[in-house]
């Protein structure tokens, strides 16, 4: 369904592509930097309980082809953690 919204909002093909493919660990196509990237968001956010993510172990194939260490993440998650209060208020800002 999304991949036919964004088809249909003429958005560009890797958007299209990452709409498509972002929850397939496996995908090494064209755009799949992007769609890996988004992938590991997901399960990044998974794993603190948002989104719907696998909330499985990250592989480590996919952390090497993208240049991206473990500690990396961790250093992330922990600064998204730490923005808390400001994103609810941006939340809370969009949704009104």
């Known amino acids: 369904m999304g991949n036919w919204l964004m088809r249909s909002w003429r958005m560009p093909e890797e958007i299209n592509t990452t ?11 064209e755009y799949a930097p992007y769609a890996n ?21 990250l592989p480590q194939s996919l952390l090497t082809a993208l240049g991206l260490e473990q500690s990396q993440l961790d250093d992330a998650l922990e600064r998204l953690n730490s923005s808390e209060a400001g994103l609810n208020s ?5 949704a009104a």
């Open 19 to 29: 709409v498509r493919e972002h929850h397939n660990s496996a995908y090494c196509g």
């Open 37 to 57: 990237l988004v992938f590991i968001a997901d399960q990044l956010l998974g794993a603190q309980g948002f989104g719907d993510g696998v909330r499985d172990t």
């Open 90 to 94: 941006i939340i809370q800002q969009l």
